[in-house]
């Protein structure tokens, strides 16, 4: 059972930065595609960063410059570190895992964490 916890989410002003984690098993972490996506309110949940299948990092245009994905292989989790954050930035960011690429987007057969709440005010 693929089981995804977030962390790091919180209340920051334009320009500041937060750091968000994703928390997995062993075998989910090496067995699966894993990623960040976010959502506000009435729009679809759309792709912020991923790691793609060769283990490069991909970035939605909005995010490119600005936000990292990152993975400590050590502990199982997965990084994103979001820098010059921008009010439009506020949604939920949710951690996904798949058994296929992330890059073009999620499936049916995606898994996800809880979602943490990022709120930029300007």
């Known amino acids: 059972q693929v089981h995804l916890v977030e962390s790091g989410g919180g209340s920051v002003q334009t320009g500041g930065s937060l750091t968000l984690s994703c928390v997995t098993s062993r075998d989910t972490y090496m067995r699966y595609w894993m990623g960040w996506f976010r959502q506000v309110p009435g729009k679809e949940r759309e792709k912020v960063a991923v790691i793609d299948s060769d283990g490069s990092p991909d970035y939605a245009n909005f995010v490119k410059g600005r936000f990292t994905i990152s993975q400590d292989n050590d502990r199982n989790i997965l990084v994103l570190r979001m820098n010059s954050l921008k009010p439009e930035d506020t949604a939920m960011y949710y951690c996904?895992?798949?058994?296929?690429?992330?890059?073009?987007?999620?499936?049916?057969?995606?898994?996800w964490g809880q979602g943490t709440q990022v709120t930029v005010s300007s």
């Open positions: 996904a895992a798949d058994r296929r690429s992330l890059r073009y987007g999620f499936s049916p057969s995606t898994y």
